[in-house]
């Protein structure tokens, strides 16, 4: 069954950088769109930033772009999302999510998330 | 971006009873080869999101069928027929045509009265 279990969640300050992972199982990762979704506390949800299966493709939301950046490694069935510049509206729970073959339409599975705060 | 709207954004519902929701997109979802691209998800307390509906009216791996979709264009519709305690939670929809970016409704939470 699919599998996704991300990590690298905590407290950062501002400013400061933090690295995501995302361990993938269960199906044929590089074959897949992938993104992440984040989730402020009590707040709705928030799609931010997508790679191809090959990599090849890449976009972000503009509330991220300069400051993260996304990567995966086939090879180990793994997505990451590298994180800096962080700021406190970066506060949120960070949720990898599987896609489909061809495009990122939408996202069928979901990690259980990892927590990100920002603050001094 | 596309603005997705979704009405009510709370209701409370006996359980036996059915329950609607409804998604407006800021621009038509019906893309060129013939899908909309639509889709539903429910968030229960303390779980991360889970797909329920794909392509407007097609239910996930797994989703019970008194939970169905319907709509075409920018209207569209979560039905759930009679609903149980385990239907709790906060409902999305999402559009995946105009990207980037893929963006959310709001959420409508629905509880047992």
Redesign the interface.
């Given at each position: 069954q699919v599998q996704l279990v991300e990590s690298g969640g905590g407290l950062v300050k501002p400013g400061g950088s933090l690295r995501l992972s995302c361990a993938a199982s269960g199906f044929t990762f590089s074959d897949y769109y992938m993104?992440w979704i984040r989730q402020a506390p009590g707040k709705?949800?928030?799609?931010v930033s997508?790679i191809s299966g090959s990599g090849s493709t890449i976009?972000?939301?503009?509330s991220v772009k300069g400051r993260f950046t996304i990567s995966r490694d086939n090879a180990k069935n793994s997505l990451y999302l590298q994180m800096n510049s962080l700021r406190a509206e970066d506060t949120a729970v960070y949720?990898c999510a599987s896609g489909d073959k061809n495009?990122?339409?939408?996202?069928?599975?979901?990690?259980?998330?990892t927590l990100v705060t920002v603050s001094s | 971006d596309i603005v997705m709207t979704q009405t009510p954004l709370s209701l409370s519902v006996t359980p036996g009873q059915p329950a609607s929701i409804s998604c407006k997109s800021s621009q038509s979802l019906l893309h060129s080869d013939g899908k909309t691209y639509l889709y539903w998800y429910l968030q229960k307390p303390g779980q991360s999101p889970q797909l329920l509906i794909y392509e407007v009216s097609s239910r996930f791996s797994g989703v019970p069928d008194r939970f169905s979709g319907s709509g075409s264009g920018t209207d569209f519709t979560l039905k759930i027929s009679r609903v149980e305690a385990e239907d709790v939670g906060v409902y999305y929809c999402l559009q995946g045509i105009h990207l980037p970016p893929n963006t959310f409704g709001q959420g409508t939470k629905l509880e047992i009265k």
């Open positions: 993104s709705g949800l928030e799609w997508y976009y972000y939301a503009d949720y495009g990122p339409y939408y996202f069928d599975y979901w990690g259980q998330g | -």
